[in-house]
């Protein structure tokens, strides 16, 4: 039952570096998101796609790129890595975002520092 | 602005005792309410929800109330066990959320540490 998996776990970057976060679920959910979690500061989200092909922004989308080419995946691209960016980043998904009682599955988080 | 607000950033309760941990929302947009349990080095994982409709619901040891007129939620544990030790999200959701519609805004967080 491997549910959310965000790969990789950690990772040091330098400023201006790019690169992506991945994020995949085996449950078929229509839904998934990311969040950056920052101390002091609860978890606020980056960008969410409700389908394949759709994505939206979210509270803090700036510097984020997203895309949803199959339902299982939604990466998360950093073009230009700044120290701003330095959290730690979760991927959710859910089944059906017009059902407001449905609960979001968390991935395990990737903690990304920016130097 | 924040729009969902825990204003204790950390709680202490005996182990057998209950726990209460609070939440206030500004937006009165906001029609579902949920509680996110979070350990070290994992993601959130789901515990309680509740709708606008309702001011109570429970689930085993857990139960959140709901204050409309108040905006206020709180979720307690009773009883109150060692491996309750966590920190708790409380989030909300409503047509016009400041993450999107429908989209969950979190709180920042109240860690609780349940002492044997």
């Known amino acids: 039952n491997a549910g959310v998996t965000q790969t990789p776990k950690f990772q040091v970057l330098k400023t201006g570096q790019s690169m992506t976060l991945q994020c995949a679920q085996d449950m078929n959910h229509e839904y998934m998101s990311w969040y950056r979690q920052d101390p002091g500061m609860g978890l606020r989200l980056i960008h969410y796609?409700?389908?394949?092909?759709?994505?939206d922004q979210g509270e803090v989308p700036n510097g984020y790129n997203v895309s949803r080419s199959t339902t299982e995946d939604f990466p998360l691209r950093l073009l230009s890595a700044a120290p701003s960016q330095t959290s730690v980043y979760f991927c959710a998904s859910k089944q059906d975002r017009a059902d407001d009682n449905e609960k979001l599955f968390f991935g395990s988080g990737t903690q990304l520092s920016v130097l | 602005d924040q729009q969902v607000k825990q204003n204790s950033p950390s709680l202490s309760v005996q182990e057998g005792r209950i726990s209460i941990l609070n939440c206030d929302y500004t937006n009165s947009m906001f029609d579902y309410f949920l509680w996110y349990k979070k350990y070290p080095a994992e993601g959130p994982t789901f515990l309680i929800s509740?709708?606008?409709?309702?001011d109570k619901n429970e689930d085993g040891r857990f139960t959140v109330f709901l204050n409309k007129s108040a905006k206020h939620l709180s979720l307690h544990i009773v009883p109150s066990q060692p491996g309750d030790s966590a920190v708790y999200f409380c989030?909300?959701?409503?047509?016009?959320?400041?993450?999107?519609?429908?989209?969950?805004?979190f709180g920042k967080g109240t860690k609780l540490s349940v002492i044997p």
């Open positions: 796609s409700v389908g394949a092909g759709i994505t």
């Open positions: 509740i709708s606008s409709i309702k």
């Open positions: 989030a909300a959701s409503g047509p016009d959320s400041g993450a999107g519609s429908y989209q969950l805004t």
